[in-house]
């Protein structure tokens, strides 16, 4: 059904080293590269980063994206952390959705929210 998603950052070069260190340990990776924009994606550009110079409103976005277990899970958590993210959930079971639903939340460097989730 959806065929990409994209989100509007206010610094291209910041934010493409926040998703370069999600992704990566998602298998996933960066396909496109611009002075404008960034997209990611395994077979095709799926998530694309562009660069709008204005930051975006207050709740814009959630991307939640498919990890292959919980060591992904946690590697992508600390990979953003590391590179300009911030927490906004650790890693953990969230039994609220479902039994297996293994999930962390971020905020990428504009305040975006970023899931990243196993149910494995």
Same mark, same amino acid.
């Given at each position: 059904m959806i065929d990409h998603v994209g989100f509007e950052v206010t610094d291209l070069a910041l934010s493409g080293q926040f998703y370069d260190a999600v992704l990566y340990p998602l298998g996933v990776r960066r396909l496109v590269q611009s002075e404008h924009a960034l997209a990611y994606g395994v077979n095709w550009p799926q998530l694309w980063i562009v660069v709008? *110079?204005?930051? &975006? #409103? &207050? #709740?814009?976005?959630?991307? +939640?994206? /498919?990890? =292959? #277990?919980? !060591? !992904?899970?946690? !590697? +992508?958590? !600390?990979? *953003?952390?590391? =590179? *300009?993210? /911030?927490?906004?959930?650790? &890693? #953990?079971l969230r039994p609220q959705y479902d039994q297996r639903h293994y999930a962390a939340y971020l905020r990428d460097p504009d305040g975006l929210r970023v899931e990243v989730v196993s149910r494995r």
């Open positions: 709008r *110079g204005r930051i &975006p #409103g &207050p #709740g814009y976005g959630h991307v +939640a994206l /498919s990890a =292959n #277990g919980k !060591a !992904a899970v946690d !590697a +992508a958590y !600390a990979g *953003g952390l590391a =590179n *300009g993210g /911030s927490d906004d959930g650790p &890693p #953990g």
